[in-house]
């Protein structure tokens, strides 16, 4: 799997040197007091029958609806206080997909924005390369506060931010423009509500290195603390206090006043309004004192929240257990804070206390199951919680999903027959081989050609000097990637078909991974098959098979073995559950959706408009037909059909892409006279791109004004449109069988 986001930057150091880089508890049916609420008097949402007065927002990492043994039931179904909550009462739709590369923060941030990562700055995650002007690259992390500036660790055990040699300094959310990307609570805010922010991406500060300065001031006494106490490393009391919580607030809230330690809540590039006069508090340490009787706290049995160390506060990403972040969000919720999103660390690692964090557990472990039976009490404490304090599914809009899917790599269970609750798995290996590609291809083809990678299941890979994409030494590392094979150390055979696609800026446009910020851009991209993890050193050639291919059977300090980033559908299929006033009670639904369409569904049925198009859509099929405007159920069926081939032409992993990656594939993996094949493909590639953005637009731009500015579609316009866009999926296949 990916670095979490508590050890992503010693992961980055850890994986292979230099290149890899580095609640008051329910009280036998009492609650504690909580404090008086603060928040702003004024939250005025706009739905429907004025029905909704609360949103929790909740997203997973790496939690699945999908079984990944067939005996053992999934994780949602070892979670039936949340599953029969969502099915009893609203729809679980169960064809959602999230984006490239398929990793925590690029899926959460698109599913916050509702827009695709070449628009919001993060589609290469959870850390990334950039160039740097003498084309070398340095190590960018995709974990910081929505206003910072690129965030650069520097050197493994730096305390200097930002470090000597960064070279970068675009924001870290950058948009197409190539300003600050909207932020997603800007719309509550803005109608008078108090938003709360528990764990989830960027929306809180995420470190101690450039976000504090960011946001109190490098000469503020929270700056000053930071200076003292190991700036930009987790674990620590400055990190406990403030990173990981916060609450964005309306103009004027007491919930956020000076006297409360509120800060400046500054967007200087929000389009619409001048985004002025807004504070928040941001940390546990201002937040707490606020929502939790004594300022300390608590999850859901009353159990003191700390770190690893015991620091008391904030306990890092990986602390983010069901218990702790349902609690911080009921009590928001109780303080007065009517909008809530939060994010809960996944439960197929054992997230104990130092030295125990990151062991990976396969499907029907005892310890993954013990853990999915602790986050089932969790929502049962919370959902019996909510619905003392009068938080229920018909006055509040509920929304669960999850990141992105993973990939289990590991020998087969024993016994075969096991389902994990009745009888407990257990594996002989588990975890991901872990393979040098610069070492391999060295050893392999000869190539000396330096270049560094993100490192990853999906590894981006930037050579050394920035070359153009049809630069002959990057062609011929392409031709080599595609023609990769080694002795899997799981099966003992040289596997073939390692790489299983390859994608250079052309087709990483129509990924959408091509961002504003053109050191970003990776020369190249290997999607690879799912058991390997790859990052590169500069090393020599291999000696052995093993030792530039091991996996935990060789390698007993490994620890990670549930890799995502790639694109095979166990990865790329997720799901999302929605209940509240205003959307069907159908148990379950599969309309083709992605992470884009959650930000228009729920601004939809909040009544709320952002100050920017969307690139998904409304998911109107699960919503009751009285809260649609009369501009969507004008025409509906042919809107409809217009909106799926909508996805289908522009999603990540929709028809169009996953076809042009295929093409794309053949080109990259083309050797002919002057390269004549690959010039060709790319040509066309580039072609069928430009219609795709441009019948895209005009697509979105209709469907963003029918669902928020009641503009209705006429069956013309839907026809047209459709008809263009299955002409565009039918070239895109036709050239992918022409070679």
């Given amino acids: ?49 004025d029905n909704i007065q609360h949103v929790i927002y909740i997203q997973f990492d790496n939690t699945h609806l999908r079984r ?40 959460i941030l698109t599913s916050l924005t509702g827009v695709y990562p070449d628009r919001m700055g993060q589609p290469v995650s959870n850390s990334f390369r950039y160039f740097t002007p003498t084309g070398g690259t340095n190590t960018g992390v995709s974990f910081a506060y929505w206003t910072a500036p690129l965030f650069d660790p520097g050197p493994f055990g730096n305390e200097t931010f930002p470090p000597p040699n960064q070279t970068d300094f675009t924001p870290e959310m950058i948009n197409e423009n190539g300003k600050i990307a909207p932020a997603p609570w800007v719309p509550y805010s803005r109608a008078g509500c108090d938003v709360g922010a528990v764990a989830t991406a960027n929306t809180v500060l995420e470190n101690t290195g450039i976000d504090v300065p960011t946001v109190f001031g490098t000469g503020s006494p929270e700056a000053t603390q930071v200076n003292g106490d190991h700036p930009g490393r987790a674990a620590t009391q400055s990190f406990a206090d403030f990173v990981g ?40 340490k201002y937040v707490d004192p606020q929502i939790f009787p004594g300022g300390v706290p608590v999850d859901l049995d009353g159990n003191t929240i700390q770190d690893q160390n015991g620091h008391v506060g904030f306990p890092g990403f990986d602390g983010m257990v069901a218990t702790n972040s349902l609690s911080w969000v009921a009590h928001m919720q109780e303080a007065g804070v009517p ?110 050609t330096p270049f560094t990678v993100h490192s990853d299941d999906a590894p981006t890979v930037y050579v050394q000097g920035n070359p153009g994409r049809s630069d002959p ?56 098959d799912p058991d390997w993890f790859f990052f590169a050193t500069g090393g020599a050639v291999c000696p052995t098979q093993i030792a530039c291919a091991t996996n935990i059977a060789s390698n007993p300090t ?14 790329a299929s997720t799901w999302v559950g929605y209940v509240g006033p205003g959307v069907q009670n159908l148990g379950t639904a599969s309309p083709w959706t992605d992470h884009t369409d959650v930000r228009p569904t729920m601004l939809s049925l909040l009544g709320l408009v952002d100050d920017y198009r969307h690139d998904g859509r409304v998911t109107w099929e699960i919503l009751d037909p009285g809260v649609l405007p009369a501009s969507l159920t004008a025409n509906q069926a042919k809107v409809s059909a217009l909106a799926r081939a909508y996805k289908q032409i ?41 219609r795709r953005d441009a019948l895209a637009l005009q697509i979105s731009q209709l469907l963003d004004g029918a669902e928020f500015q009641g503009q209705p579609i006429s069956i013309s316009q839907a026809s047209s449109l459709l008809g263009k866009a299955n002409g565009l999926l039918e070239k895109a296949h036709d050239l992918d069988a022409s070679f």
């Fill in 650 to 690: 522009t999603a990540s992993f929709g028809d169009f892409a996953m076809t042009t990656l295929s093409v794309s594939t053949k080109a990259l993996a083309s050797s002919s006279a002057n390269d004549q094949t690959y010039q060709l493909i790319e040509t066309k590639l580039a072609d069928l791109d430009a």
């Fill in 339 to 448: 909008v809530t999103y939060a994010y809960i660390s996944d439960a197929h690692d054992n997230h104990g206390t130092s030295g125990s964090i990151h062991v990976a557990y396969g499907p029907g472990q005892a310890g993954y199951t013990a853990q999915l039976a602790a986050y089932d009490a969790a929502f049962d404490k919370f959902f019996t919680r909510l619905a003392t304090d009068g938080i229920n599914k018909s006055n509040t809009l509920f929304v669960f999903t999850v990141d992105e899917g993973d990939h289990f790599a590991g020998s087969a269970p024993s016994p075969a027959s096991c389902d994990g609750v009745t009888t407990a798995c257990t594996y002989s290996n588990i975890g991901e081989i872990n393979a040098d590609l610069r070492r391999m291809l060295r050893t392999q083809f000869g190539d000396t």
């Fill in 245 to 284: 919580i916060g609450v964005h607030c309306a103009a004027g809230s007491a919930l956020c006043s000076g006297a409360n330690h509120g800060a400046a809540d500054l967007l200087p590039d929000e389009p619409g309004p001048a985004y002025t006069g807004y504070n928040g508090l941001f940390g546990a």
């Fill in 1 to 49: 799997m990916a670095p979490s986001r508590f050890t992503i930057v010693q992961r980055l150091h850890a994986v292979g040197v230099s290149a890899a880089l580095a609640a008051s508890a329910l009280l036998a049916g009492s609650l504690a007091a909580a404090p008086a609420a603060l928040g702003a008097p004024t939250c005025d949402l706009q739905s429907a029958g």
């Fill in 558 to 571: 490994q620890t990670f073995a549930w890799n995502h980033g790639d694109i095979q559908d166990e990865i």
């Fill in 68 to 107: 990944d043994n067939p005996n053992v039931p999934s994780d949602l179904e070892q979670m039936p206080h949340l599953l029969n909550f969502i099915k009893n009462n609203g729809t679980m739709l169960t064809n959602d997909h999230t984006v490239l590369i398929s990793h925590t923060a690029t899926g």
């Fill in 473 to 528: 030494a990057v062609r011929t590392l392409e031709r080599e990637s595609a023609a990769l094979h080694w002795v899997n150390p799981y099966t003992g055979l040289d596997e073939h078909g390692i790489t299983v696609a390859l994608a250079d800026p052309v087709e990483e446009n129509i990924l959408h991974m091509v961002t504003a910020d053109p050191m970003r851009t990776p020369t190249f991209t290997l999607f690879a």
